[in-house]
């Protein structure tokens, strides 16, 4: 009988000592601002200043367009009053009524040249942009999921990211395990020199807005009062 007891006692202590080696480690959760990460990246700073100044030229261009249509417009309503005139023979008013219909014509190719325009800046910018995003965030997620690892981490979270009522993800976290400032020294080690961060309230390297095909405030509408369309 001692002796079953003993070989119970030692099947149950075997069990124990397999089931702990067996177990899975306590599980070690940090988090990480993915945004943030993003947004600081000096090669964000750097790309979002490109999209600016191309974003500009974009807009200079659509204002020198709508000046060449509102042009059109002017010389249109010129012929459109001689067309009218009394003041003018039958022939130089049906010369006038034919030269002004060529000039609706004229306004209308402006018109499909600006809204060509506006469509085609509008999809190269927005194609760049997430072009470069998804390097980017590639790129930054394979830095923290190094430096999780190299912490032990079993999961690492993002928490800028909103859940479905338009919250963070993440209600608390404690300080001491997000590794954000960590990744971002990591990420902007091999800044160059000259990318420089820019000087507080500065707004240069914001980041563009994806609208450049619209008219610039003030900027004329090229339409052609009572012409056919």
Known sequence: MKNIV?????????????LVGHAQP???????????????????????????HDQQLAQDQLEQLNKEGTALVDQYKELDEQS??????????????????????????????IQTFQTN????????????????????????????KDKGATLLIDKSGPSL?????????????DITDEVMKEINKDRP???????????????PAVAPAAPAAGAPMITVPGAKK
């Open 26 to 52: 306590a599980p070690k959760i940090l988090v990480v601002d993915m945004a943030k990460l993003y947004d600081g990246h000096w090669q964000t700073e750097e790309q979002n200043a490109k999209l600016n």
């Open 84 to 113: 009218k005139s009394p003041a003018l023979t039958t022939e130089a008013r049906a010369k006038a009524q034919a030269d002004a219909q060529k000039k609706v014509e004229e306004i209308q190719r402006k018109q499909t040249d």
């Open 121 to 148: 800046t509008q999809r190269s910018l927005q194609q760049r942009i997430k072009t470069f995003r998804d390097l980017m965030l590639e790129q930054i997620s394979n830095a923290a999921g190094k430096i999780a």
């Open 193 to 207: 020199a000259a990318s420089a961060m820019p000087a507080p309230g500065k707004t240069d390297t914001a980041a």
């Open 165 to 177: 009522i338009g919250v963070s993800n993440i209600i608390y976290s404690d300080p001491a395990y």
């Open 6 to 18: 003993q070989t119970l006692l030692s099947l149950a202590l075997f069990s124990a000592a397999t």
